[in-house]
């Protein structure tokens, strides 16, 4: 068995000479709130799409649940998407929306459609139209409209976009309780890393059609967090020295550079033992990279707009 609810390889998307999806292979564990980061255009909603069910790969697997290629069909119902804008019905309640969706899923339960209201946050705009909703309300509920049938499988693509700060919040909010209280494997798609660094436990960066990185979150902060950068001419002269000093969360990233990611405040300290065993030092400083230019480089410089 996996330890991947979802798993792809391979996976490609082709419309005429153009590969909107280039031969991914994708790691989703059960239970991860998934970020899944590129820059528009970059083949996230394509991706989505083919995981979806929504449209068809031109080659490579689908594996989800334990199940691959014709068998998908039996766990697509496992499966809820909220792709591009909510498809709601302008004239109609929060309510009345979610109450047509039930149906649709032979449910008939006025419980059921309260607690999802509860749950996206909107039990209190009672009869009015969702064609007076804000963009926040709208997502919200969008979302209420995917969670119908208890899907252990969210994907959300791009939810946060064109939203203020507190819808951004709200939605986040949202996000951690569908994981922690029901339980779900949540997929999201972004262009802001800034955003989804707040929530996601795993990412998977992707620039024209190709995933670049698959990457935790603790791997990610400890690449953009704050560290001692130190330059010498032999790091391996280095080592024994904070081994003494009772370093122990620190790397060798290149030919010349060690990074240190505790202790920051002691980077004098680090100095003048290492100057006492003898080892030259070029350069020793505090440094750290913004989650955006760390995106930025990966996907090759700034965004033309």
């Known amino acids: 068995m996996s330890e991947y609810l979802l798993a792809t390889h391979g996976l490609t998307k082709q419309f005429g000479h153009h ?15 998934y970020g899944f980061i590129g820059r528009n255009g970059a083949g996230k909603t394509t991706f989505l799409k083919m995981i979806s069910g929504l449209s068809q790969p031109t080659s490579g697997e689908i594996e989800m649940f334990g199940y691959k290629n014709a068998q998908l069909k039996n766990v697509r119902s496992r499966i809820s998407c909220l792709i591009e804008s909510p498809g709601l019905y302008g004239n109609m309640s929060a309510y009345d929306n979610l109450a047509v969706k039930c ?16 749950t996206v946050g909107l039990s209190n705009v009672g009869k009015k139209k969702t064609k007076h909703f804000s963009l926040g309300m709208k997502q919200r509920l969008g979302i209420g409209m995917a969670l119908v049938g208890e899907p252990d499988l969210l994907l959300l693509d791009e939810p946060i976009n064109g939203l203020d700060p507190q819808g951004i919040a709200e939605i986040r909010d949202m996000i951690f309780k569908l994981r922690d209280e029901q339980n779900m494997t949540i997929i999201i798609s972004s262009h802001i890393l800034e955003e989804l660094s707040k929530i996601a436990t795993h990412y998977g960066i992707i620039h024209n059609g190709t995933l670049v990185q698959e990457i935790t979150k603790e791997e990610l902060m400890q690449r953009c967090g704050e560290r001692m950068e130190i330059f010498l001419d ?19 990233t290149d030919k010349n550079t060690i990074h240190i990611y505790e202790r920051l405040d002691e980077s004098a300290a680090v100095n003048m033992e290492l100057a006492k065993a003898g080892v030259s030092v070029r350069g020793i400083g505090i440094t750290s990279e913004e ?8 996907t090759g410089g700034a965004c033309n707009a």
Do not use: C, T, W
């Open 291 to 298: 989650l955006e230019n760390y995106f930025l480089n990966l």
């Open 234 to 252: 032999d790091p391996k002269q280095a080592l024994p020295v904070l081994d003494q000093m009772g370093f122990k969360n620190y790397q060798v």
């Open 103 to 118: 149906r649709l899923f032979g449910i008939n339960d006025k419980r059921y459609i309260e607690n999802i209201l509860k």
């Open 19 to 33: 590969k909107a999806v280039d031969h991914v292979d994708l790691h989703v564990k059960k239970g991860s709130i």
